[in-house]
């Protein structure tokens, strides 16, 4: 299996952000400037909205694949077949009627 660069460039960028929360939580390193932690936050802010919108396409096209793969019709979908069915029987009974009357 061969693995994209971006693949590997994204994972690197999570790993530094989970690392450097991780050293905050455990007083490692404290991140006294404020200017320094804002763009932090704003960098980690934006790297996770942009991982979010990716894994939402990726798992709704997941479950979109999953919905439309069944090859079997749903119940109401087999109903609508049936009377779709019956209703073209009887347009048909009303033609030969018809024909019938306008021969008589």
Do not use: C
């Not at 490692?28 to 396409?57: E, H, K, P, Q």
């Amino acid at each position: 299996m061969k693995i994209n660069r971006w693949v590997v460039v994204w994972l690197a960028i999570v790993i530094v952000l989970v690392v450097i929360f991780a050293l905050e939580l455990t007083r490692t390193i404290r991140l006294t400037d404020v200017i320094t932690y804002f763009y932090l936050f704003v960098v980690g802010l934006v790297i996770i909205s942009i991982l979010a919108v990716v894994g939402a396409a990726f798992l709704g096209v997941i479950i979109t694949h999953r919905i439309f793969s069944v090859r079997s019709f749903t119940p109401f979908e087999e109903e609508m077949l049936q009377m779709r069915k019956e209703v073209k029987e009887i347009r048909e009974a009303l033609d030969e009627l018809g024909k019938k009357k306008g021969e008589d």
